[in-house]
């Protein structure tokens, strides 16, 4: 059976890593048979709505145009930020047979026996609801204390000098720029480069490649 990974992490920088959803989810595969054929890696806010999720998108579309047999996921949060989204993904890998595994809720959309698990859309719905409470619990501390931070005097955003000059990001991407510019496709890249995606296409961007 053929199988693609789905990571990611909030992080657009390089302070967050998806190996270790990766690998977690390459030994799941091991272990059960399944053949990873792709490994799609994403490096975005999970404030963002599933539209803007470019690499979730390409994941999701070359599972369907492949005929790929499951898409592995660590947790339920990693395909959508809302109840809706994460159920909206789930709906269109149903609808083309494809099943999905969560590996933190130990959740499949089908069962061994083919069946669609009839627990699964409640079990969303009630983990969905609880992370979004729990990122507007955050967001909420987040804002109150940067407004007592405010009130105190304290200085808020970017230190001076902390923004890289262009000349910096294009001694720090040389090699992202070269195989760029080579021809290279975002995601060969990235794994050439050992770089996130997101990173590749920011640089592309950036320098007009």
Not at 12 to 29: C, F, H, K, M, P
Not at 52 to 66: D, S
Not at 118 to 128: D, E, I, K, Q, R
Not at 185 to 198: G, H, L, Q
Request: proline fraction near 0%; aromatic fraction near 6%.
């Amino acid at each position: 059976m053929k199988a693609v990974i789905y990571a990611r992490v909030s992080s657009t920088g390089e302070r967050q890593s998806t190996s270790r959803q990766v690998t977690d989810l390459t030994e799941y595969a091991t272990r059960n048979k399944l053949e990873v054929v792709e490994v799609y890696e994403e490096h975005i806010s999970g404030a963002k709505r599933n539209e803007e999720r470019a690499v979730l998108t390409e994941c999701i579309t070359y599972a369907v145009g492949n005929k790929v047999d499951v898409v592995l996921f660590s947790e339920l949060s990693r395909c959508g930020r809302a109840v809706w989204e994460v159920l909206d993904t789930i709906r269109t890998l149903k609808d083309n047979g494809i099943n999905a595994y969560f590996q933190k809720e130990g959740l499949s959309l089908f069962g061994s026996n083919g069946k669609e698990n009839p627990y699964l859309a409640v079990m969303v719905s009630v983990l969905g609801v609880c992370a979004q409470l729990e990122r507007e619990a955050i967001s909420y501390r987040l804002n109150s204390g940067r407004k007592l931070a405010i009130e105190k005097g304290v200085k808020m955003g970017r230190k001076v000098g902390s923004v890289k000059s262009k000349e910096q990001k294009q001694e720090e991407y040389a090699k992202v720029i070269r195989a760029l510019r080579a021809g290279k496709s975002v995601r060969d890249t990235a794994k050439i480069c050992e770089v996130s995606v997101s990173t590749v296409q920011r640089v592309k961007k950036e320098f007009a490649i």
